[in-house]
């Protein structure tokens, strides 16, 4: 499905047709939980098929709603725009953009705190009615998100991108170079004609640095996987230690909610306060800086998450409170807005108009990557062995952020811009939100 939105429907027309399919696993999800499906032996069958069901929504969903959030954005480069209160300010798109994708995510782990809610309902009333809920909140979102239809930028879908990027990567592959692949080079060589495709009029040099361009942005999620594998923790692992903790009545189970809660807390100060001072610095706390960061971060908390399983392990059993467990769930917070908010970020940015949902899709299928791996070392993710995967799993997220940084560190310099469109001559290489000189209100730059 990750080429259908950019090659067939269009973002929009995906996301009607994903949202019966995970409509139709919810429904599933529901009836095979109640009370009769239970006694009926339904229950197992109903909850994997509703599982594939709400996985084919999701998949649709995921890929085109970020991309179709940062594509409201239809300003282009930079330009001056005078306030209403007299200041003259820069309108600037890659931050603009930037700050759509934070608050995105913010409102999109809003729903994340419904947990707080399903779990005691689960507790009292079963798992039928917990699940009921995600079912009309979502019937009801997509209620308004259709009748408010027409105030949304809808792009179009345009032919077949994945086909044509593939060819363009071939010529690219033959040539042994993109720059070599580029219709004026193969002009000047006269060896145009051995290829059909970069006859064709949409074979521009353009389009080949756009190609190259999203491919870029693909390389800079392969090592996305180590930090997720560090990221699904929260939901298994980190859950299980809660649980040999001292509990005091609280569930272990809502500790997770934590890092949700974090996160809502930490977005708009870091949006409203840490970024703003940052640009008025002079400090560029740019995309391949940030993903960094978060990268370091989940190894501190896995680092936090070690030590606190020795102590757990050398301590009476139920001894120690389980709100210690807290600062790995403030490093967890953090790493997720530097790692994920920037990654989705990068692959709208980086990623040609006509491939976003797809560069998008690659980006999410690394969370799934991440996860396959947590569960290929289930083995070893049990007691007593959780110290030493804790350790492993913080030298793999520092080992990996650090390759990271080693790999794209030149983006830094401006050397290869994240942007690249019809204005990409006249627009400064893409900073973030860290950039010198910026304001904090909707990408404006003073």
């Not at 995510?105 to 507790?123: D, P, Q, R």
Request: glycine letters at 8%.
């Amino acid at each position: 499905m990750t080429g259908y939105p950019d090659q067939y429907l269009g973002k929009y027309k995906t996301i009607l047709a994903s949202s019966p399919i995970y409509i139709g696993g919810l429904v599933l999800l529901v009836a095979t939980a109640t009370p009769a499906a239970i006694r009926a032996g339904a229950s197992m069958g109903g909850l994997v098929s509703s599982m594939i069901l709400i996985g084919i929504g999701t998949g649709g969903l995921k890929a085109c709603i970020a991309p179709m959030c940062g594509e409201q954005n239809t300003e282009k480069g930079q330009h001056v725009e005078t306030l209403e209160t007299g200041e003259t300010v820069l309108v600037d798109h890659d931050l603009t953009t930037a700050r759509i994708f934070m608050w995105y995510y913010w409102a999109a782990n809003v729903g994340s705190l419904s947990s707080l809610l399903t779990v005691e309902i689960e507790n009292h009333k079963g798992f039928w009615l917990a699940y009921l809920v995600p079912l009309l909140v979502f019937l009801v979102v997509l209620a308004v998100f259709v009748g408010f239809n027409h105030k949304i930028k809808k792009s179009r879908p345009q032919g077949s991108p994945i086909l044509d990027a593939t060819r363009a990567l071939m010529i690219g592959f033959k040539e042994k170079s993109f720059d070599k692949a580029k219709p004026s080079s193969l002009r000047a060589r006269e060896r145009l004609h051995r290829y059909k495709f970069a006859q064709e009029e949409r074979y521009t040099d353009l389009y080949v640095e756009q190609v190259k361009s999203g491919l870029l942005a693909c390389k800079y999620f392969l090592l996305f996987p180590f930090y997720f594998i560090c990221w699904t923790q929260i939901f298994n692992n980190l859950i299980s230690q809660a649980g040999s903790m001292k509990l005091g009545g609280t569930p272990n189970d809502l500790m997770q909610n934590l890092e949700t809660i974090f996160m809502l807390s930490f977005i708009p100060i870091l949006d409203l306060m840490i970024y703003p001072a940052l640009r008025k610095a002079g400090i560029s706390f740019n995309p391949i800086l940030r993903i960094f960061v978060g990268f370091m971060c989940a190894a501190l908390g896995m680092v936090y998450a070690c030590v606190l399983q020795y102590f757990i392990y050398h301590r009476p059993e139920n001894s120690i409170p389980v709100w210690i467990q807290a600062p790995s769930y403030v490093f967890g917070a953090l790493s997720e807005i530097f790692v994920i908010v920037t990654g989705l970020e990068v692959a709208f940015l980086k990623a040609p108009d006509n491939l976003r949902a797809f560069v998008s899709s690659i980006f999410w299928i690394t969370i799934a990557l991440g996860a396959a791996i947590g569960i290929a070392l289930a083995p070893v993710s049990q007691d007593p062995y959780m110290v030493w995967t804790y350790a492993g799993l913080a030298i793999g997220a520092f080992v990996a952020g650090c390759v990271f940084f080693v790999c794209f560190r030149h983006s830094i310099s401006g050397e290869v811009p994240l942007t690249v469109g019809l204005e990409a001559a006249e627009e400064p290489s893409f900073n973030g939100p860290g950039a010198a000189g910026s304001d904090p209100l909707s990408g404006k730059v003073a």
